[in-house]
């Protein structure tokens, strides 16, 4: 069986830039393929933590590396805990922090996961399948209005309350097609190539594992982390990421983010990283052809700046 390539790899090799005795993290996993082609590149005594909430990714990324995985510490658990993950190895500031907040190929292709609707599985969705919320928990037990706020919060929804009317309408609704038809029912199924249940799912994924909320956790414990030089590199997949990648990245390389009414800086932010990339990186058409789900994927890039000098006043002397 072939490998999974990784999405907008070549790019994240020339962001991150390691090179051998570096130290890097790799906060999801997925299939190995980001966390091994680090490996090589920080040959021959590069290390790299690699971390994900998924029992199976860390199984597939364990043999996928063969001999590499000397020089790789996989962790189970979320990059919203990156600064504790760190501090239990004993390590200090990274050379580079690779953030790819996709879902993997083979968690999508499995029914049991309850990602995709494309085979019928339970609605579970849980990135880490060993405890709390599932999908099916928030479809059968939030109201029409909870329901409602979810798939328009999450999924960017616009048809938000029509279609968590229909769901409760139809519960006990337990399985990925059952839902989907439930949303097909209730919106239509259009003319185009997206099922109308793709933002219900994304909506139900992102609520059942809190993912916004570790993003946000993720990002300024990833700036702390990060050596002077060292660069901080997120693939997002949709506009929620993307936009709280943007927003953090750029406040982080600002000076000053008092409000645009306020006439002079009264903030005393200083900036912590230099942004790399003005516009996010997008997969080239050839890897969109090679991988269709490369297609919506959008990086970003900032590099740590040093600690801005602080001159403190030493006594005063009489010079003669």
């Known amino acids: 069986m072939s490998l999974h390539i990784p999405v907008l790899l070549e790019a994240v090799l020339r962001a991150l830039a390691p090179r051998p005795g570096g130290r890097f993290l790799d906060g999801t996993v997925g299939d190995g393929g980001h966390t091994e082609a680090l490996l090589i590149a920080c040959a021959p ?19 996928r590396l063969g001999s590499l995985a ?3 510490l996989l962790r189970r658990g979320s990059f919203a805990d990156l600064g ?16 790819d907040l996709g879902i993997s190929s083979p968690q999508l292709a499995d029914p049991d996961r309850g990602f995709s609707f494309q085979s019928p599985g339970p609605l579970d969705m849980r990135l880490d399948p060993s405890g709390g919320r599932t999908a099916a928990d928030l479809v059968n037990g939030l109201s029409e209005a909870a329901l409602a706020e979810v798939l328009y919060r999450f999924g960017e929804e616009r048809r938000s309350r029509r279609i968590a009317r ?9 399985t990925t097609t059952a839902l989907a038809e439930v949303v097909a029912g209730a919106v239509g199924r259009g003319g185009g190539r997206i099922h109308p249940a793709t933002r219900t799912f994304q909506a139900l994924r992102i609520a059942v594992n809190e993912e916004l909320e570790a993003l946000a956790d993720a990002l300024p414990q990833a700036v702390d982390r990060l050596a002077p030089g060292g660069r901080l590199a ?7 990421e993307d936009r ?9 390389s600002s000076d000053c983010v008092c409000p645009p009414d306020v006439p002079e ?8 990283l230099r942004l790399l990339t003005r516009r996010p990186i997008a997969p080239s058409p050839v890897e969109v052809e090679a991988n269709p789900r490369s297609r919506s994927a959008r990086l970003r890039v900032a590099e740590r700046l040093p600690e801005p000098t602080v001159l403190v006043p030493g006594p005063e002397r009489n010079v003669a």
């Open 70 to 72: 000397r020089r790789c």
């Open 244 to 252: 709280t990648v943007k927003q953090f990245l750029r406040a982080a």
């Open 45 to 63: 005594d590069g290390l790299v933590l690699a971390l994900d909430r998924d029992p199976a990714a860390l199984s597939r990324t364990l043999h």
């Open 166 to 174: 229909a769901i409760v309408a139809a519960r006990p609704v337990t």
């Open 234 to 240: 997120v693939i997002s997949f949709h506009s929620l």
């Open 84 to 99: 504790a993950h760190l501090d239990a190895e004993g390590w200090g500031l990274l050379d580079g922090i690779l953030l």
């Open 265 to 272: 800086c009264r903030c005393q932010h200083r900036a912590t």
